[in-house]
């Protein structure tokens, strides 16, 4: 054993952060700031990589702040051009233009591309949130006001922050996750007001029934829960559902546990 093995170091302070033993480091923290040379890794360690989650939040908070009322509309980024949903996911984001409301997208192809296309060629805001993946590299031609995230969790918050509701069209597992996410936080009253509208019945249907034949069926959620759900194929009323509570703030949240 080195006779250094063990030994203690004192305790040194560097923030909020105390380091004790052999935990405490050799150099300050300015030291290691100003120091030009050496190793590069550093800007790939996890503090590092906490500013630039800030910085995406502080991005997004900046941008949208005063973008005004929104709803996002989700859905497959698969869905071909001549698809019936397509032309329908159009006619969602000219329809929530004319009601004064900003269309948020995941800013990719299918449905997210059709949504915007309505709200822009209608005057409205036509924002697409990105995010970084292999598969898809850039927002699609129709999103007047835009930003890519590297970060799943940090968009997430952008939708959830700045839409008033969600229109949920078919889609895969994205539109599920952001389904599901919007889901939780309603019936655990993170947020207390948020319209949550299935478009397309003959989709939904088989989820819808799963869940409350085995999910409530089984007691896992209760049977209020999927009142926070609304099944619709008629694009007047998915927009009169999302952008009602504005006008009486009728939007069902599910009964407290207990």
Known sequence: MGKD???RRGTRHQGPVIRRHDQVQSTTTDQRLLESRGDTDWVHSDPWRVMRIQSEFVEGFGTLAKVGPGISVFGSARTPTDHPMYAAAVEVGRRLAG???????GGGPGIMEAANKGALEAGGVSVGL?????FED???RYVSLGI?????????VMFLKYSEGFVVMPGGFGTFDELFEALTLVQTRKITRFPIVLFGSEYWAGLVQWLRQEVAGSAYINPGDLDMLQITDDIDEAVRIVTSFRENGAVPVPPVEG
């Open 138 to 140: 850039q927002l699609n």
């Open 99 to 105: 009601a004064g409301y900003a269309t948020i997208t």
């Open 5 to 7: 093995k063990g030994k």
């Open 130 to 134: 990105g995010i970084e993946l292999p």
């Open 148 to 156: 890519n995230f590297r970060y799943f969790f940090v968009r997430k």
